[in-house]
Structure formats: structure tokens, C-alpha cells
């Protein structure tokens, strides 16, 4: 089926005939996997008893599914005044203060990358098969294809635990993480990412930021020195558990001591977990670099002939393809994981030495799949996505992100994984999900009332303390007219862009992009009259 024929959602009779053959597929996968683990033939059901395996399975899929769901709610509800919501969603709005304060949204976003990373290394351990595993008397094409290439954990975890939480988060934000049960996901985020077990990857993004010729963004004030000592302190102890990681990994490669497949070379177990990492850190670097150019006019998208060509795939089909990848992409990079979750988990026969001859709770620690999580979050997520993110139009420049492109289509309009749709329908109604203008109102009736989104995020109060009365007259000053300034510039590009669109959809896309900017303009106008309102001259005092 073309990428350009195919729709989204459950619109159409074709919808219904993708979501019925979808939901088949993801029901016998649910039960191969069950009773795969009834039977002890997974690495958690056997070293430890069935059961704890099934429960360990459901709950890292329900808490898979808050880490998305809240993910995109995290992401998406910054620009809402907090105050429109305070009191109807007390617990989003608690959390949205935690985690919008500063950059505590960058923070969060890095603890959640390896949460769920070692959260499908978890669920790889609870229902991956064993070698030779045999469930229900099934013949052994079926378990090939089901079992040993991981299509069906990957279709459970996929549609129930990432792509219905998606469905629904992205439109019922406020709603959705309106629990403590995100207030638990949060912290913990916020607590991997405080450790220091990340942090090499603030190294790789400033040296991306450096590369490119740019200077790295924060919305804190700088690090003092103690700051800056326990920052790069925790730099330094990340590196160290990366090199210490790889070793570990390595090592146990080349020693045979993974659940790779029997049979497989343990070179080639290599030369597989490397290749994976790259197909994992090329899809999440091309949502990055999607996402980016997606805010670009035309005429700043570069003229390099295939960037040009995969936006032009990109942007296509009615606005459908770009979340037409995402759902190819989330079923193929899931699937990478659970590969590299087989070919890293180290299993130490009765008997064998520990790897490095460490004790036998550092090594019941490796046998965790930790390490393979960290060393996929760092090199095959972060890495790519900040050099993506610093480089986006280089890197859709690669024709090999066309072809990924393609391939995420293709997967995704084959409609495999068209059962999060209807699942979603399910939980909002049992949920009683609400989409978010209910609660808070459409952006233009938020500017109407006086609580416009905020594109930045510009915390007067830190930006003014501790400054003289005049540099305060001075900073507001300034700040209005810089934001004047790029309101303009917005508003003459996309005058551009509507002379420039292809079609007359794309052009109405414009066209409202447009309204709002006139629109911003004219509250950053009246917002400068009021704060002008505070200002005594004579003195040069500010009232705030």
C-alpha cells in the first residue's frame, strides 16, 4: 500500500479491517508470550518462578506506558499558563512546577531515555524465549517468527505500552499525568539523572553545540564552582561507568556468555549489537532532526538535494507521514532493543568465573541487563539525537535516513500496529480523558483572556535580581523589543512561506501559523504598556 493512500486512525472501513487484523496479531501475541512464560522459558520465569515473571512483565509495560504517555505530556504542556489549570489539575500542576522550573525538563527527558531503555531490557528478560524454546505445540516457523525475532513482546510492549499512551497523551496532556503514579515516574527520572550515570552525555552535547558553532542554551544562571565541580565530578564518574560497561560487555561477547542465539559467532554477535545501536541512534536522531526542520521555512531547509527530498516525504500525504514514521520507528526501535537486550544480557553458566572475577552480587548486577542499558541509552540514543538536534539538515543529508524514512512508512501503513487506536479509544473512555481545550481553551482563547502561551521561557525574577535599578529598566526594554523583533521576522518568513506552499492546505497551515503571530505581536505590545506601568523613571526603581 502506497504511503500517500493510506490514513490514520479509525476513520474509515480500511481503519477498521488494520485495527481487527492488528488486534488478532497483538492478542496471540499476548498469549504465546504467556504461556512461554508459564512454562519457564524465559530467563526471569526460569532463574526465578513464572510467576514474578508475568508480574514483572505487566508492570514494566503499565509503567512503559506512564513514561511515554508522560513524556508527551511533559513536552508539550510548557507553554500553557500553569495557572489555568492549577486547580483542576492539581497534581499535573505540581509536577509541571518540579519539572518546568529551570532546566529541569532537559533533566527529566535524560532520566526517561534510560528508563525506557532498561524498562524494555526488563521486559526482554521477563518474556524474550530461552534457546529452543517451544510453547503450545506450535510449529517452529510460527516461534521463529513470533518468538525468536521478538515480534511479539515487541507488539505487546508497542501497542499497549507506548503507542496507546501516545495516542492518548498527546491530546489530553493535562488529564493524563493528573496522578501520583507520574509524580513516582518523575522523581525517579529525576534521580537517575541526579546520579551522574548519564552525564556523559552533557559532555557529547557540548561538544556537538561546539562543533556547530553554538552555544549551549540553559535557562539557569551559570554554575558556580561548586556547581561546576560536582557537574563535570559526575561527568568524569560517567565516563568511567561507560568504559567500565563496554569492557564488562565485551568481555562477555567474546567469552560466549550473552544469550546471543546459539550457533551465532560471538564476532558476529559483535558486529550485530554495533550495527543495531546505529539503526537505534539513526531513528532517534532523525525524530530530532524531523521535529527541527518541521519549525524551518522552506528557505532554510538548505538546498542539499536529498535533505530537500526527505522533507519533501516528510511533509507530504496531508501532514500524515511524520507521525506515520513515528510509528514505524517506535515499532523498529523497539524491536533493535530487544535484540541488543539478547545479545548483551550475560548468562554465567554453573560453574563459569565471573566476568573479571567480580563477586557474585556484582555480577547478579550485570546479569541485570544494566550495563546494555546504559550503553545503548549513552552511544545508540543521546549521543545522536543531540548531534541531530545541532546538525539536522547535514544530517537528513544522509540518504540513508530517506531509506529509514521508507522503511518506517512502509512498516507503519501495513497497519500492524493499528490496535493503539482503538485501545486508545478504550482507555480515554475508561479513563475519562478529556481533550485539553476543555479545561483550558483553544491558544487563541487563551491569548483573548490574557493567558497566551509563552513560546519562551523567560523567569523574570531570576533574570532581574540582583541587578541595578537601571539594568532593570534596561532588560525590559530589550527583552520586548528582541521579542518584537522575531515576531516580525516569523511573521515576514511565513508571508513567504504562503506565497511558496505547494498546495492550498499547506497554505492554510500558514495562514494560521500567521494569525497567531500577528496575534502574539499585538500581546507583546500590550505586555510592554502594563510593565511600562511599573516603572518610575525618575528613580529607576521597578515595581514588580
Given at each position: 500500500?502506497?504511503?500517500?493512500?493510506?490514513?490514520?486512525?479509525?476513520?474509515?472501513?480500511?481503519?477498521?479491517?488494520?485495527?481487527?487484523?492488528?488486534?488478532?496479531?497483538?492478542?496471540?501475541?499476548i498469549?504465546?508470550?504467556?504461556?512461554?512464560?508459564?512454562?519457564?522459558?524465559?530467563?526471569?520465569?526460569?532463574?526465578?518462578?513464572p510467576?514474578?515473571?508475568a508480574?514483572?512483565?505487566w508492570?514494566?509495560?503499565?509503567?512503559?506506558?506512564m513514561?511515554?504517555?508522560?513524556?508527551?505530556?511533559?513536552?508539550?504542556?510548557?507553554?500553557?499558563?500553569?495557572?489555568?489549570?492549577?486547580?483542576?489539575?492539581?497534581?499535573?500542576?505540581?509536577?509541571?512546577?518540579?519539572?518546568?522550573?529551570?532546566?529541569?525538563?532537559?533533566?527529566?527527558?535524560?532520566?526517561?531515555?534510560?528508563?525506557?531503555i532498561?524498562?524494555?531490557?526488563?521486559i526482554?528478560?521477563?518474556?524474550a524465549?530461552?534457546?529452543?524454546?517451544?510453547?503450545?505445540?506450535?510449529?517452529?516457523?510460527?516461534?521463529?517468527?513470533?518468538?525468536?525475532?521478538?515480534?511479539?513482546?515487541?507488539?505487546?510492549?508497542?501497542?499497549?505500552?507506548?503507542?496507546?499512551?501516545?495516542?492518548?497523551?498527546?491530546?489530553?496532556?493535562?488529564?493524563?499525568?493528573?496522578?501520583?503514579?507520574?509524580?513516582?515516574?518523575?522523581?525517579?527520572?529525576?534521580?537517575?539523572?541526579?546520579?551522574?550515570?548519564?552525564?556523559?552525555?552533557?559532555?557529547?552535547?557540548?561538544?556537538?553545540?561546539?562543533?556547530?558553532?553554538?552555544?549551549?542554551?540553559?535557562?539557569?544562571?551559570?554554575?558556580?564552582?561548586?556547581?561546576?565541580?560536582?557537574?563535570?565530578?559526575?561527568?568524569?564518574?560517567?565516563?568511567?561507568?561507560?568504559?567500565?560497561?563496554?569492557?564488562?560487555?565485551?568481555?562477555?561477547?567474546?567469552?560466549?556468555?550473552?544469550?546471543?542465539?546459539?550457533?551465532?559467532?560471538?564476532?558476529?554477535?559483535?558486529?550485530?549489537?554495533f550495527?543495531?545501536?546505529?539503526?537505534?541512534?539513526?531513528?532517534e536522531g532523525?525524530?530530532?532532526?524531523?521535529?527541527?526542520?518541521a519549525?524551518?521555512?522552506?528557505?532554510?531547509?538548505?538546498?542539499?538535494?536529498?535533505?530537500?527530498?526527505?522533507?519533501?516525504?516528510?511533509?507530504?500525504?496531508g501532514?500524515?507521514?511524520?507521525?506515520?514514521?513515528?510509528?514505524?520507528?517506535?515499532?523498529?526501535?523497539?524491536?533493535?532493543?530487544?535484540?541488543?537486550?539478547?545479545v548483551?544480557?550475560?548468562?554465567?553458566?554453573?560453574?563459569?568465573?565471573?566476568?573479571?572475577?567480580?563477586?557474585?552480587?556484582?555480577q547478579?548486577?550485570?546479569?541485570?541487563?544494566?550495563?546494555?542499558?546504559?550503553?545503548?541509552?549513552?552511544?545508540?540514543?543521546?549521543?545522536?539525537?543531540?548531534?541531530?538536534?545541532?546538525?539536522?539538515?547535514?544530517?537528513?543529508?544522509?540518504p540513508?535516513v530517506?531509506?529509514?524514512?521508507?522503511?518506517?512508512?512502509?512498516?507503519?501503513?501495513?497497519?500492524?500496529?493499528?490496535?493503539?487506536?482503538?485501545?486508545?479509544?478504550?482507555?480515554?473512555?475508561?479513563?475519562?480523558?478529556q481533550?485539553?481545550?476543555?479545561?483550558?481553551?483553544?491558544?487563541?482563547?487563551?491569548?483573548?483572556?490574557?493567558?497566551?502561551?509563552?513560546?519562551?521561557?523567560?523567569?523574570?525574577?531570576?533574570?532581574?535580581?540582583?541587578?541595578?535599578?537601571?539594568?532593570?529598566?534596561?532588560?525590559?526594554?530589550?527583552?520586548?523589543?528582541?521579542?518584537?523583533?522575531?515576531?516580525?521576522?516569523?511573521?515576514?518568513?511565513?508571508?513567504?512561506?504562503?506565497?511558496?506552499?505547494?498546495?492550498?492546505?499547506?497554505a492554510?497551515?500558514?495562514?494560521?501559523?500567521?494569525?497567531?503571530?500577528?496575534?502574539?505581536?499585538?500581546?507583546?505590545n500590550?505586555?510592554?504598556?502594563?510593565?511600562?506601568?511599573?516603572?518610575d523613571?525618575?528613580?529607576?526603581?521597578?515595581?514588580?
Open positions: 500500500m502506497s504511503s500517500e493512500s493510506h490514513s490514520h486512525g479509525v476513520n474509515t472501513p480500511l481503519d477498521w479491517v488494520r485495527i481487527a487484523i492488528s488486534l488478532f496479531l497483538l492478542g496471540f501475541s498469549v504465546i508470550v504467556m504461556a512461554l512464560i508459564a512454562t519457564g522459558n524465559t530467563k526471569i520465569a526460569s532463574d526465578v518462578h510467576a514474578a515473571a508480574v514483572i512483565l508492570v514494566c509495560i503499565i509503567w512503559m506506558s513514561v511515554e504517555g508522560g513524556q508527551a505530556s511533559m513536552v508539550g504542556l510548557p507553554p500553557i499558563d500553569r495557572s489555568l489549570y492549577k486547580e483542576s489539575h492539581p497534581k499535573t500542576w505540581q509536577i509541571c512546577e518540579w519539572g518546568h522550573k529551570g532546566d529541569n525538563l532537559d533533566r527529566y527527558l535524560m532520566g526517561r531515555q534510560f528508563m525506557v532498561f524498562i524494555n531490557f526488563t526482554s528478560l521477563a518474556g524465549p530461552l534457546a529452543g524454546a517451544e510453547v503450545l505445540g506450535l510449529p517452529q516457523w510460527i516461534i521463529s517468527i513470533f518468538l525468536e525475532s521478538g515480534i511479539a513482546m515487541v507488539l505487546t510492549n508497542v501497542i499497549i505500552g507506548q503507542l496507546t499512551s501516545q495516542v492518548n497523551a498527546s491530546h489530553c496532556m493535562l488529564d493524563y499525568i493528573n496522578n501520583h503514579f507520574m509524580t513516582f515516574t518523575y522523581w525517579v527520572a529525576a534521580l537517575i539523572e541526579v546520579t551522574g550515570v548519564m552525564h556523559t552525555s552533557y559532555l557529547i552535547r557540548i561538544m556537538a553545540y561546539w562543533a556547530a558553532g553554538k552555544p549551549v542554551e540553559s535557562n539557569e544562571p551559570p554554575r558556580s564552582g561548586i556547581q561546576n565541580l560536582w557537574f563535570w565530578g559526575r561527568v568524569v564518574w560517567s565516563l568511567g561507568i561507560l568504559g567500565f560497561a563496554l569492557a564488562v560487555t565485551l568481555e562477555a561477547l567474546f567469552n560466549g556468555q550473552t544469550a546471543l542465539w546459539e550457533g551465532v559467532p560471538e564476532i558476529v554477535g559483535l558486529i550485530l549489537f550495527v543495531l545501536m546505529c539503526v537505534v541512534g539513526l531513528l532523525m525524530q530530532i532532526a524531523f521535529f527541527t526542520v519549525k524551518l521555512p522552506k528557505s532554510e531547509r538548505g538546498d542539499a538535494p536529498m535533505a530537500l527530498r526527505t522533507c519533501e516525504c516528510l511533509f507530504k500525504n501532514g500524515k507521514n511524520l507521525p506515520g514514521f513515528m510509528c514505524g520507528r517506535q515499532m523498529t526501535v523497539t524491536l533493535c532493543f530487544f535484540i541488543i537486550a539478547r548483551t544480557t550475560i548468562q554465567i553458566s554453573e560453574g563459569e568465573e565471573n566476568i573479571f572475577g567480580v563477586s557474585n552480587a556484582f547478579n548486577l550485570f546479569n541485570t541487563g544494566f550495563l546494555g542499558a546504559i550503553i545503548t541509552t549513552i552511544l545508540g540514543s543521546i549521543s545522536w539525537q543531540l548531534v541531530a538536534s545541532a546538525f539536522p539538515i547535514a544530517f537528513l543529508s544522509n540513508i530517506y531509506i529509514f524514512l521508507q522503511l518506517a512508512l512502509a512498516l507503519e501503513a501495513t497497519g500492524i500496529c493499528a490496535a493503539a487506536w482503538f485501545l486508545a479509544l478504550i482507555q480515554k473512555k475508561i479513563m475519562g480523558f481533550i485539553d481545550e476543555v479545561y483550558v481553551g483553544t491558544p487563541e482563547e487563551r491569548a483573548a483572556k490574557g493567558h497566551a502561551d509563552q513560546v519562551e521561557n523567560l523567569d523574570m525574577g531570576t533574570n532581574v535580581l540582583g541587578q541595578a535599578q537601571l539594568a532593570k529598566f534596561g532588560w525590559v526594554e530589550g527583552s520586548y523589543t528582541d521579542r518584537r523583533e522575531r515576531t516580525l521576522r516569523n511573521i515576514k518568513d511565513l508571508r513567504e512561506q504562503i506565497k511558496l506552499a505547494d498546495s492550498e492546505e499547506e492554510d497551515a500558514f495562514r494560521e501559523a500567521l494569525r497567531l503571530e500577528v496575534s502574539n505581536l499585538s500581546r507583546v500590550k505586555e510592554q504598556e502594563t510593565s511600562m506601568t511599573h516603572i523613571v525618575e528613580d529607576g526603581t521597578y515595581d514588580a
